[in-house]
């Protein structure tokens, strides 16, 4: 009697199998790319000179969106009160699904970078009797962060102009590190829509992307963000934040 023998199965094309296996493992790394970059980090290039020399013109830096925000952190936000001219939108279809897919750093001209100087309730006001701003009645020491002159070594002062103000609920007030050069939240005290006074100078919680937490290029930049400890002694606001801004000076402001 014969014996039985199993057929073996047909082996598979080599090229087909190795064709599967990498659009299965590219596939994966652009799911997993596109998560990091929505819920975890995202990189930004946005062309300002308002936060040198934390940040040079061009630089791109990454921005993480896991913990929240505090006094002193640099922070991205989406331009929605239109502080920028408006500008076409970008046409390159494959930038922009490098830029989706985390690929590539964020180059819209609807995103600003400043640092985060007062949160909801907080008492800002420049400048104390020593020309330094103070938050919740706290003098800030800025010279850490405070743009210098490459060429006199002469340091911006934390404003040439004076302001008093109380930020309302659900909204902070930012200004620029190059504080002779940023058109910041003390431009538009003066400003209004169809909101109360000054409504244009505060922004809103929610158009906050993250914070960020250090260059990534050039390479030659390449460094990391901490908050200054300067922040670190001002308390809590000692009432809840006002519905409306609280503008006691500074009114006048245009930038």
């Given amino acids: 009697m014969a014996n039985a023998r199993s057929k073996s199965p047909k ?14 493992v590219v596939v994966c790394a652009l799911v997993a790319s596109t998560l990091l970059r929505v819920f975890v980090v995202q990189m930004f290039e946005i062309p300002s000179g308002s936060m040198e020399n934390t940040l040079d013109i061009n630089d791109r830096v990454a921005v993480q969106k896991v913990t929240g925000f505090q006094r002193g952190d640099v922070i991205v936000f989406r331009d929605t009160l239109n502080w920028l001219p408006a500008l076409p939108p970008d046409t390159n279809l494959f930038n922009e699904a490098l830029v989706f897919i985390g690929l590539a750093p964020d180059e819209s001209t609807n995103y600003l970078v400043k640092r985060l100087i007062g949160l909801p309730g907080d008492h ?10 103070t938050v919740n009645g706290v003098p800030l020491d800025e010279t850490s962060y405070l743009y210098t002159d490459p060429t006199t070594g002469r340091q ?3 404003s040439t102009m004076p302001f008093d103000i109380v930020v ?9 590190d190059h504080r002779s050069d940023s058109e910041d939240s003390r431009c538009y005290l003066g400003r209004a829509t169809t909101g109360a006074p000054g409504s244009l100078a505060f922004i809103p919680e929610s158009n906050i992307v993250g914070t960020a937490i250090g260059i990534v290029y050039p390479f030659s930049r390449f460094t990391g963000f901490t908050r200054p400890v300067t922040f670190a002694g001002v308390p809590a ?7 409306d801004p609280v503008i ?8």
């Fill in 248 to 255: 006691t000076a500074g009114g006048t402001i245009v930038c």
């Fill in 237 to 243: 606001p000692s009432q809840s934040p006002p519905t």
């Fill in 168 to 176: 309302p609920a659900g909204k902070v007030f930012v200004m620029g």
């Fill in 11 to 24: 082996r598979r094309s080599g090229l087909g199998v190795w064709i599967r296996e990498i659009v299965i």
């Fill in 156 to 158: 911006d002062v934390p």
């Fill in 124 to 133: 800002v006001a420049c400048c104390d009797v020593q020309g330094r701003m």
